[in-house]
C-alpha cells in the first residue's frame, strides 16, 4: 500500500549556495547547479557531449573573437535563486571578462545546452527557467536526434517561438546574424 507523504524540502538562496562553495560543503567537481533553490547533480558528460562542446567552442571562437564573450559551463545567475551551469553561454563584450560579478540573463546574447540524456530537463526545466530570466535566445543541441532546437521570443515564463533545424540547415544566432552556425558544424 502506497503512502502518500508531504516532503518539506529546504530551498537555498544564491548567497547560501555560493556560502557552501566558499566552506567546503560544495566543491567545483561537485557538478551540481542550483536551479529554483535545489541543488542538483548535473548528468555525467560523455564523449559526444564533451566533443559537440569543444566544437562550439572552436567554432564561436574562430567567428566572434572580439565581438563576444565565450563562457562555457560557467555560471550565470538568473533569478534570485537560480545559478545553471549552461554548456556555453556568448555574452555581450567585457573588457573585465565578468571579473566582478558573474553575468546575468541580461548580459546573454546566446545560450546553448548540449542535450544526449538530458533533453527532456533542457526542454522542460531549464527551457522555462531561461525563459522566465529573458534568455532571448536558447538553443538545445539534441545529439540523438541530429538536430538544433532554437527558442525565442520569452514571455510569461515560456518560448514563444521555437524552431528545430536539422542537418542542412544553417541558423543565425539572433545577437550576430552574420554569423550563420551550420547544424552540420555544430553536430560533427
Known amino acids: 500500500m502506497a503512502v502518500d507523504v508531504e516532503l518539506t524540502r529546504r530551498r537555498f538562496t544564491l548567497d547560501e549556495y555560493h556560502r557552501m562553495t566558499q566552506v567546503g560543503i560544495l566543491n567545483r567537481g561537485d557538478r551540481v547547479e542550483l536551479i529554483r533553490g535545489e541543488i542538483v547533480q548535473m548528468?555525467?558528460?560523455?564523449?559526444?557531449?564533451?566533443?559537440?562542446?569543444?566544437?562550439?567552442?572552436?567554432?564561436?571562437?574562430?567567428?566572434?573573437?572580439?565581438?563576444?564573450?565565450?563562457?562555457?559551463?560557467?555560471?550565470?545567475?538568473?533569478?534570485?535563486?537560480s545559478e545553471p551551469e549552461p554548456d556555453i553561454i556568448l555574452l555581450g563584450w567585457r573588457d573585465d571578462f565578468y571579473r566582478h560579478a558573474l553575468p546575468?540573463?541580461?548580459?546573454?546574447?546566446?545560450?546553448?545546452?548540449?542535450?544526449?540524456?538530458?533533453?527532456?530537463?533542457?526542454?522542460?526545466?531549464?527551457?522555462?527557467?531561461?525563459?522566465?530570466?529573458?534568455?532571448?535566445?536558447?538553443?538545445?543541441?539534441?545529439?540523438?536526434?541530429?538536430?538544433?532546437?532554437?527558442?525565442?521570443?520569452?514571455?510569461?515564463?515560456?518560448?514563444h517561438h521555437t524552431d528545430r533545424v536539422t542537418r542542412g540547415g544553417t541558423p543565425l544566432p539572433l545577437a550576430f546574424p552574420d554569423t550563420p552556425l551550420a547544424v552540420a558544424d555544430v553536430l560533427g
Open 104 to 159: 546575468g540573463a541580461e548580459d546573454v546574447a546566446l545560450l546553448i545546452e548540449v542535450a544526449n540524456t538530458s533533453l527532456r530537463y533542457d526542454r522542460h526545466v531549464k527551457g522555462p527557467l531561461y525563459a522566465e530570466a529573458g534568455v532571448r535566445d536558447y538553443w538545445i543541441v539534441d545529439l540523438e536526434g541530429d538536430a538544433v532546437e532554437i527558442y525565442r521570443e520569452p514571455q510569461a515564463g515560456r518560448f
Open 43 to 81: 548528468t555525467a558528460i560523455g564523449p559526444d557531449h564533451a566533443s559537440c562542446v569543444a566544437r562550439l567552442n572552436h567554432l564561436l571562437m574562430g567567428r566572434l573573437h572580439g565581438r563576444a564573450l565565450l563562457w562555457p559551463q560557467n555560471p550565470l545567475v538568473i533569478l534570485p535563486d
